[in-house]
Structure formats: C-alpha cells, structure tokens
C-alpha cells in the first residue's frame, strides 16, 4: 500500500481514480481548486509551484504515485486557460515532483484524451513542447478552443513519450491513458452545449462498444498502469474508448 497523489481528484475521471485506489487500500491525496486535501490553482506557474511544495510536505517523503487528471474540455471558450491547465498544469507537477518520484521508484500516469492524434496546429503543439507558455497561449487564441483542447493532449502525450526514456532510468515508469467520451459532469456540459451538442450525441453513437465510457472504466486502467501488474510498461498511451481510435485511426496504432 502506499500514498498516491491526484490532481483533478475532485470530480469525474479524477474522483473516480481516487475512490478506485482508496478501495485497493492506499492512501490518496487531491489537488483540486476545490473539495481538495491540498487546493492549488494549476492554472498558474505559482499555482503549480505551491503545489509541487504542498505534495511534498504532505507525503512526508513518501509517494508511490501521481496521476496527472486535472484538465479543461474544449466547451470552455477562454483558449488559454485550457492551454495553461491541460500541458502545464500537468508537466510542471510532474516535473516539480521529479526526484521525490525517483526516491521512491514511483509511477506516473497522464490522463491524455483519445483526441490527442486529431489534426490541430502543429506550430501549437511545438510551442508547448518548447515550454514557452506565453507563445503557445497566444498561438491558442488564434485557435478554434477543439484543436486547443486536443493539441494540449497530444502535446502531452508527446511529452511523456520524449521523456519516457530519461524518467525510466531513474525508476519512475510514465504512461498515459487516453479516455474517449466518458459520462462525466464535464462531458455533460458539452452534451449541454448549443454549438457541440448534437456532434457529440452523434459521436457517443458511433462508439463500437455500444455505450460511452464510465468513470470507472478509466479508473480500472489507471490502476492497473499504476500498480506492479503493469511493471514492464512504460512510455504507452492507452486508449481507453470503446474502440473509437481504432475505428477513427485503423491504419495507425
């Protein structure tokens, strides 16, 4: 058993993880603006940086794992805020969390989106990956707030793929898991959405499996990248869709 941290832990994907872990025994920390052990708005560099010191003081030197949830959905219209929230909020966490991950042989697991390989603007994903955070939410400004929102996730995801290497050899195994639709109160808002509604009534019908994802679905994943069963993975984007990516995306895997 050991202390897990969870940003976005308050809600949908987030609390469901946490409750997931909870039931294996472990010890679980939330990072959220809100209903959070430890509130922190990773919106913000300093956000994150108190974030960073709040994690490690709490866990006393002790951390078996971090999942980085927390995330905004393409329905919110304000570009920069996703940008901020989705790559920053996440990389900055981890990266902050560095050797106290390395100390403990930790694992990290990104909550990415099965939107990630969508076209977006290329010179967006770049200037994330560059870490020039001012450049890259004026880029999103200029954007459409969908390739925003899939550009963040697939910069991400690149990310933990170009870091999966240097990461792993100091122990710490990083993945990523990457939802389609799941019924949550964010993808509600978006079903409730005038502009996206009725695409994505049309989107969850076209999904496979027959029904969208649940909470808990992405929980199970989680867990299991998480924990010693999935030792010898590391550097994987899992899709966890009901099979959209495959019916999207056949000739790439």
Known sequence: MGTYVITGGASGIGAAIRSQLLSEGHKVLVVDLQQADIVADLATAAGRTEAVAAIADATSGEL??????????????????????????????????????????????????????????????????????????????TMEPQPVYSGSKQALTKWMRHNTQAYATQGIRMNAIGPGYTKTPLSAAVEDNPQYGEAIKQFIASIPIGRPGLPQDMADAASFLLGDKAGFICGAMLFVDGGHDAMLRPEQF
């Open 64 to 141: 078996a794992g971090l999942v980085a949830c927390a995330g905004i959905g393409s329905h919110i219209p304000n570009r920069e805020l996703i940008t901020a929230v989705n790559f920053f909020g996440a990389v900055e966490v981890v990266e902050g969390l560095r050797q106290l991950l390395a100390d403990n042989r930790a694992s990290v697991l990104l909550v990415s989106s099965n939107s990630a390989p969508m076209p977006t603007n290329p010179e967006f994903v770049k200037t994330l990956l560059s870490g020039d955070e001012a450049a890259a939410c004026a880029i999103a400004t």
